[in-house]
C-alpha cells in the first residue's frame, strides 16, 4: 500500500531525526552528507507543498526562523545559580571536608565532569517536544533564546518515551574551537571585528534576534542537568546523566563516578594535561555529589549548592606589558602585528610573542606599546592580546611600516580589506612563507622541505623563486646544514615528483591570495587548463562556481603582474603539469552544465539523477544561481523553481532530463 504523504513526511523525519542523532550527538555518521541533503531536500518538498503539515519539531525548522523585535523574559522553574570555585588542591579537600561534616559520614560519592566554558541554558519539553529555551541571565529570570536554540543541531527537537510529560535540561552551549577560527577568519575578512574567544562568540551567537544567525554558527548543547519542576528526578546525578543520553541529549563522555576525593583530584589532573586534545574549551572540572537525597540534605547557599563545586585550572589568561610591537610577512605577503610581551607563564607555557591579528584590531583593544594587557593561550593556537588592563604612563602607539621590514618594498591597504600587504612578491619573508605552502602536505607534497631548510635556501640565494626549487642539483641540497647525501636524494626526489601534481594543487600551491584548496579545485575543473585561467578576465573567471569579483580580481592581479608570467612560464619549462585531468570530461553530452535539481522525481531518487548527470560529465549544485545552466523540476517544486524562472534559466521536466541524458 502506498504511503500517505503525512505518513512519508513522518518517516522522513524518523530517519532524518536519527541521522542527525548519529551525526551531531555520536558523531558516527552512517550516510554521506549528500544523502541527508538528498532526504532533508525531500521533506523539504513534501512540506512546502503541504504547509499545514509542517510542525515545529521538523528538521527542517532548525534553519532558523523570523528575527525578533527583542528577547522575552522567563522566570526559572528553580534559580539557575552559579558554582563555588576551589582553585588549588587545599581548597577542594576543604570542600570534601565540609561535605563530610554535613552528612556527618563518609558514605558518599562524587561525579567528575568536565566543566565547559560556555554559556547554560535551560531547555523545556512537553510530551518529548522542545518548547522552550532560557538562558541563564541573572540566574532568576532569563532570556527566550528558543527560537536561535532551536538551530542548535544536537539539542533534540523530539524525545522519544520522555520518562515523564514535562521536563527540563540544563546544560552548556558551546563552539568548538575550529568552529570558532573560521567564524573569527570570515569576520576579519567581512571587517567586522573579532571574538575574544569562543565563549563569546556561543553567547554572541545564541543572543542574537535573527536565528538565521545562530543557524549559521556551529553552536553545540551538552547537557548536564535533569529537572522536573524544578527538581531532579532521578536518585543519583550518574543516573540522570545516562538517561539524558539515553533520551538522546549530548552528554559529554569524559565524566567518571568517584568514591573518594582523590580520585576528583586524579580526574583533574589527567584532564588538565589533555586539556588541549579537546576540540572545545574548558576551565576546569564539576564534582557534583551523586546522591540526590544527599544533596539535598547539603542544601544550598544564597549562591551557589553546597554539593557541588568547580574546580578550576590554571588560568590561560595572563597579566603582562606589551615591550613592543613588530610586523611579520606572511605567504601572500599580509603584515600581521605582533606584540612583544614580557614573559609569562600561561597554562604552563612560557608567552613572549602575542597576534595583534591586524590594525583594525589594534584600534578596537585601544592597545599600545607600554600598556599593561591580559594575554590568552587556548589550545594550541597562537597566544592573543584579549584587552588593555592598564594603560602605560609612557605608552607609543604602532604604526603599520610604510615599508616592508624585510624587504623595504611598498605596503598597501586595500578598500575594505583589514590587512595591509607588502607588494614585492619576491620579498624574502613573502618567497620563504610561499615556498612552506608550495611544499605543504595536501598541496604539491614535497615531503621534508620545512622551515629549517626553506630557511637556508633562500638566505643562501638558492632559491629566489619557487621555480628554482625545481633546478636544484642533489649536490647543493646535499651540502646543506643537517642534510646527508641519502636525505638530499630523498628530498630531490620529491620535488621531481611534485611535477606531477594534478593543476588544481598547483593553483593552489602559487598562493594566489583568496585562492584555496577549494576555489582552486573548482578553477581546475572549469577552466582546465592553466594558461586559460591566467589569460582570462574577472569577467570570465566568475563564470565559475563560487567566484565573486573579489577572488577574480585577485587572479586577473596574480596574473597580470610580469614576475607571476615569468614564474607560470619557468614552472612550464620544469614540465609541471598544466592540464586538468578531467579533461576526458570533454566529450561527453553535458560536459561544462550545472544543474540544479528540486522536486521529487518519479523514475528515480535525486541522488541517481545526480550520478547519472555527473557520468554524463555535468555537474549538480545546490542552489540557483546564473550559472546554472538547467533546473530539473520534479513534482511540489518550490522556491528554486521560483528562482530560475525569475533568472530565466530553462527548467527540464523528468522526461526532458531523460531525453538529455540519452535515455
Ligand atoms: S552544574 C547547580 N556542570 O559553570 C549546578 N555547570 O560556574 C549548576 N558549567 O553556570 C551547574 N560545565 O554554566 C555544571 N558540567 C557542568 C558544567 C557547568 C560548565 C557552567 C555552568 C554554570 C557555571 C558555574
Redesign the pocket.
Known amino acids: 500500500m502506498p504511503l500517505s504523504v503525512a505518513e512519508e513526511i513522518e518517516a522522513l523525519r524518523a530517519e532524518l531525526r536519527r541521522h542527525e542523532y548519529l551525526y551531531y550527538v555520536l558523531d558516527q555518521p552512517e550516510i554521506s552528507d549528500a544523502e541527508y541533503d538528498q532526504m532533508m531536500r525531500r521533506l523539504q518538498a513534501l512540506e512546502a507543498a503541504h504547509p499545514e503539515l509542517v510542525t515545529p519539531d521538523s528538521p527542517t525548522q532548525r534553519v532558523g526562523g523570523k528575527p525578533r523585535e527583542g528577547f522575552v523574559k522567563v522566570h526559572h522553574s528553580t534559580p539557575?545559580?552559579?558554582?563555588d570555585?576551589a582553585l588549588n588542591e587545599g581548597e577542594l579537600r576543604d570542600f570534601d571536608r565540609r561535605v563530610r561534616e554535613l552528612l556527618g559520614h563518609t558514605n558518599y560519592q562524587y561525579v567528575a565532569?568536565?566543566?565547559?566554558?560556555?554559556?547554560?541554558m535551560a531547555a523545556h519539553y512537553d510530551h518529548g517536544r522542545f518548547q522552550l529555551a532560557v538562558t541563564?541571565g541573572d540566574g532568576l529570570e532569563g532570556e527566550d533564546v528558543t527560537e536561535n536554540a532551536r538551530t542548535i543541531r544536537s539539542l533534540p527537537l523530539l524525545v522519544d518515551k520522555p520518562p515523564v510529560d514535562r521536563f527540563e535540561v540544563?546544560g552548556?552551549v558551546i563552539m568548538l574551537r575550529k568552529a570558532f577560527e573560521l567564524l573569527n577568519a570570515e569576520r576579519e575578512r567581512q571587517g567586522l571585528p573579532r571574538y575574544a574567544n569562543p565563549r563569546n562568540s556561543a553567547a554572541g551567537s545564541l543572543r542574537v534576534l535573527d536565528p538565521g544567525i545562530t543557524a549559521s554558527r556551529q553552536l553545540d548543547f551538552?547537557a548536564?542537568?535533569f529537572l522536573v519542576d524544578g527538581k531532579p528526578h532521578f536518585l543519583s546525578h550518574w543516573e540522570s546523566l545516562e538517561a539524558l543520553q539515553r533520551m538522546g541529549f549530548k552528554v559529554?563522555p569524559h565524566r567518571a563516578r568517584c568514591a573518594h576525593v582523590d580520585e576528583v583530584l586524579a580526574f583533574c589532573r589527567q584532564r588538565e594535561a589533555q586539556r588541549d586534545l579537546l576540540p572545545y574549551e574548558i576551565d576546569g572540572v564539576?564534582a557534583?555529589i551523586d546522591s540526590v537525597a544527599q544533596q539535598q540534605q547539603l542544601g544550598w547557599t544564597a549562591k551557589?549548592?553546597r554539593w557541588?563545586i568547580?574546580i578550576k585550572f590554571a588560568a590561560r589568561q595572563q597579566e603582562t606589558t606589551v615591550e613592543n610591537i613588530s610586523v611579520q610577512v606572511g605567504r601572500t605577503g599580509v603584515l600581521t602585528p605582533v606584540a612583544h610581551l614580557r614573559p609569562v607563564v600561561v597554562g604552563g607555557v612560557t608567552v613572549s610573542r602575542a597576534t595583534l591579528h591586524n590594525e583594525d584590531e589594534i584600534e578596537r583593544l585601544d592597545v599600545q606599546i607600554g600598556d599593561k594587557v591580559l594575554v590568552e593561550r587556548s589550545g594550541d593556537v597562537i597566544p592573543k592580546v584579549v584587552r588593555v588592563v592598564e594603560k602605560g604612563e609612557n605608552r607609543r602607539p604602532f604604526r603599520m611600516p610604510s615599508q616592508c621590514p624585510v624587504c623595504g618594498g611598498g605596503i598597501v591597504r586595500s578598500e575594505g580589506e583589514a590587512a595591509s600587504r607588502c607588494v614585492n612578491t619576491n620579498c624574502p619573508a613573502r618567497l620563504k612563507e610561499s615556498l612552506l605552502h608550495f611544499a605543504a602536505r595536501g598541496v604539491m607534497d614535497i615531503d621534508g622541505l620545512g622551515e629549517a631548510l626553506v630557511d637556508q635556501l633562500v638566505d643562501r640565494g638558492l632559491v629566489r623563486s619557487i621555480a628554482d626549487l625545481y633546478e636544484l642539483r642533489v649536490e647543493t641540497l646535499a651540502e646543506l646544514e643537517r642534510m646527508g647525501q641519502k636525505s638530499a636524494e630523498k628530498l630531490w626526489n620529491k620535488i621531481q615528483e611534485s611535477r606531477h601534481r594534478p593543476l588544481s594543487r598547483l593553483l593552489n600551491g602559487l598562493g594566489i591570495p583568496f585562492v584555496g584548496e577549494r576555489t582552486a579545485q573548482i578553477l581546475a575543473e572549469t577552466f582546465g587548463d592553466l594558461d586559460r585561467i591566467a589569460a582570462a578576465d574577472a569577467e570570465t573567471l566568475q563564470t565559475a562556481e563560487e567566484v565573486g569579483p573579489k577572488v577574480a580580481q585577485s587572479i586577473v592581479r596574480f596574473f597580470g603582474d610580469p614576475r607571476n608570467r615569468e614564474l607560470i612560464e619557468r614552472l612550464r619549462q620544469a614540465g609541471l603539469s598544466f592540464q586538468h585531468q578531467a579533461q576526458r570530461q570533454q566529450g561527453l553530452p553535458l560536459a561544462g552544465k550545472t544543474f540544479v535539481l528540486t522536486g521529487v522525481l518519479s523514475s528515480m531518487t535525486r541522488e541517481q539523477a545526480k550520478a547519472r548527470i555527473e557520468a554524463a560529465g555535468g555537474k549538480v549544485t545546490d542552489s540557483v544561481s546564473k550559472k546554472t545552466h538547467f533546473l530539473v523540476a520534479g513534482e511540489s517544486a518550490g522556491s528554486k523553481l521560483a528562482k530560475a524562472q525569475s533568472l530565466g534559466i530553462p527548467v527540464l521536466d523528468e522526461k526532458a532530463l531523460l531525453d538529455l541524458l540519452g535515455q
Open positions: 539557575m545559580l552559579s558554582l570555585n565532569e568536565l566543566k565547559l566554558d560556555g554559556l547554560s541563564r540544563r552548556e551538552y548536564y542537568l559529554n564539576v557534583k551557589a549548592p557541588a568547580a
